[in-house]
């Protein structure tokens, strides 16, 4: 994959149960196939892993098994139906225990997704193993090929549940593959607060959406290097992704902390460090007069510290 690759880790679980019949089991096999096709597999870039759902969870194989796409699509084309119960609470409980976590190949750091394929049916429950998933910052998208429980599959995808939760039959899953190939590609994107649009008296400020209006607000805060006690607050609903910090002094370092307040779930502190550009010398203004056909006149109002300026 190229340098500019996106990095992160992402987890296919698979309806392997009695409840599904070979003929679909084969299927969803092939969906899963076409659908990490293209997508940046290897060591530095995306890295998967897959799991069935049975009576007990079966790993196929952890993140740090294959490092090639095809190496990937070679071992989902090899994976055999595992036949039994539908315990996908188990299953969930067993990749955050043993697939999510650094001692089974999962690396600290990049954003996690998974993408649950399911007739629609558990025979235990999926609420608080998925929750545990999604407090580790999980990103959960359910691909259903059968009726199901809508609330609870609502309540178990990702927000917003438009985006996350997809109904489609069997025979019909390649039509929504490269849509849930884009989605998982948004979602690999950097979970992180980051800088942009620097300028010697301004920077723009950026971050994924961690909260929704109703579930919270952010608290950002801005202060000079070693200088703390100096701190600039802004408080920001909860849709919010981004603020523009203006009045700031060039040349400078500071330092942005980003502090999501929840009522419903703790999320850590973000932080990240930006220098403004150095202070331009010129002109603070320039205007054109008395335009003729072959000649035109201009005037400059002084610039800041005329002794820094050497001529025009």
Do not use: C
Request: no cysteine; hydrophobic share 40%.
């Amino acid at each position: 994959p190229p340098a500019s690759a996106p990095q992160g880790d992402l987890l296919f679980l698979l309806d392997s149960s009695a409840s599904v019949s070979h003929y679909e089991f084969s299927r969803v096999r092939e969906f899963v196939g076409q659908l990490v096709a293209p997508l940046p597999l290897g060591a530095g870039a995306l890295r998967a892993s897959l799991v069935h759902v049975g009576s007990q969870p079966h790993s196929e194989f952890p993140f740090d098994r294959h490092s090639s796409g095809q190496a990937v699509q070679d071992a989902i084309r090899a994976s055999a139906q595992r036949m039994g119960d539908t315990n996908t609470g188990l299953a969930l409980a067993f990749a955050k225990e043993q697939l999510f976590a650094e001692a089974a190949g999962a690396r600290p750091g990049v954003p996690k997704v998974l993408v649950w394929v399911t007739d629609g049916g558990s025979s235990d429950p999926v609420g608080p193993p998925m929750q545990d998933l999604k407090d580790l910052g999980v990103t959960v998208f359910i691909v259903s090929t059968g009726r199901g429980n809508l609330l609870e599959l609502s309540a178990a995808a990702s927000a917003p549940v438009e985006k996350h939760l997809l109904f489609v039959d069997v025979d019909d899953l390649h039509i929504i593959a490269q849509q849930l190939r884009s989605s998982i590609l948004d979602a690999m994107q950097p979970q992180q607060l980051h800088a942009s649009e620097v300028t010697h008296s301004s920077v723009r400020l950026a971050w994924p959406a961690l909260l929704t209006a109703d579930s919270g607000y952010y608290v950002l805060e801005l202060a000079p290097s070693g200088e703390l006690g100096a701190a600039r607050r802004q408080q920001l609903p909860g849709d919010a992704t981004g603020w523009t910090w203006a009045g700031l002094e060039p040349d400078k370092e500071y330092e942005v902390s980003l502090l999501p307040e929840s009522n419903v779930r703790l999320l850590a502190p973000q932080r990240v460090r930006v220098r403004t550009l150095p202070g331009e010398a010129g002109p603070e203004r320039i205007v054109i007069s008395h335009t003729r056909p072959r000649s035109l006149r201009v005037s400059w109002a002084p610039a800041l510290g005329p002794a820094a300026v050497l001529g025009y």
